[in-house]
T-cell receptor
Framework: AQKITQTQPGMFVQEKEAVTLDCTYD???????LFWYKQPSSGEMIFLIYQGSYDEQNATEGRYSLNFQKARKSANLVISASQLGDSAMYFCASETAGNMLTFGGGTRLMVKP | DTEVTQTPKHLVMGMTNKKSLKCEQHMGHRAMYWYKQKAKKPPELMFVYSYEKLSINESVPSRFSPECPNSSLLNLHLHALQPEDSALYLC???????????FGPGTRLLVL
């Protein structure tokens, strides 16, 4: 079974600064995928970024980058130049065979003006 | 286009009612999912359909009945629900064989 741990229930960041959201995972699979989703108060889960276990380079998507450290089983999300609209819940997730996603408990990010 | 639509956005129902949630995608995805999310918790997988066949049922009570009429549509039929079933119900889809799941905006369900 897979397990995703997000140790930061809530975080504050000043607008325009960078922030790192932590995620560790526990899996015995050799091949797996790691995801980050953003969930604003409206409820929709918005896909942000994906990292495959065999990808040698860290994934980047605009202001989002994934700091993937396979030996440590960590997949931290880095958001650069935070904006007020980044305030939301952020979920780390892993994908198992059968296209099943396992989510972490989430981190609530609050961006201060 | 990565849009998944869900209707209705909000639903209030009594414990004796029968209602249905609808999910639609036009991305050609062949896998579709229902998740249940309680407040301040992560989504929990309920059902997975792959190529219009139910492939995963995560021990969901029979008062929830999924249906996949075609490759673009996914329904969740609700009957005799309990107040503890009140939650946000999220639909998602993905290309079979690819990993990224795209979610709809969800239906907020309140059972009285």
């Amino acid at each position: 079974a897979q397990k995703i741990t997000q140790t930061q229930p809530g975080m504050f960041v000043q607008e325009k600064e960078a922030v790192t959201l932590d995620c560790t995972y526990d899996t015995s699979d050799q091949s797996y995928g790691l995801f980050w989703y953003k969930q604003p108060s409206s409820g929709e889960m918005i896909f942000l970024i994906y990292q495959g276990s065999y990808d040698e380079q860290n994934a980047t998507e605009g202001r989002y980058s994934l700091n993937f450290q396979k030996a440590r089983k960590s997949a931290n999300l880095v958001i650069s130049a935070s904006q007020l609209g980044d305030s939301a819940m952020y979920f780390c997730a892993s994908e198992t065979a059968g296209n099943m996603l396992t989510f972490g408990g989430g981190t609530r990010l609050m961006v201060k003006p | 286009d990565t849009e998944v639509t869900q209707t209705p956005k909000h639903l209030v129902m009594g414990m004796t009612n029968k209602k249905s949630l609808k999910c639609e995608q036009h991305m050609g995805h062949r896998a579709m999912y229902w998740y249940k999310q309680k407040a301040k918790k992560p989504p929990e997988l309920m059902f997975v359909y792959s190529y219009e066949k139910l492939s995963i049922n995560e021990s969901v009570p029979s008062r929830f009945s999924p249906e996949c009429p075609n490759s673009s549509l996914l329904n969740l039929h609700l009957h005799a629900l309990q107040p503890e079933d009140s939650a946000l119900y999220l639909c998602a889809s993905s290309s079979a064989g690819q990993e990224t799941q795209y979610f709809g905006p969800g239906t907020r369900l309140l059972v009285l």
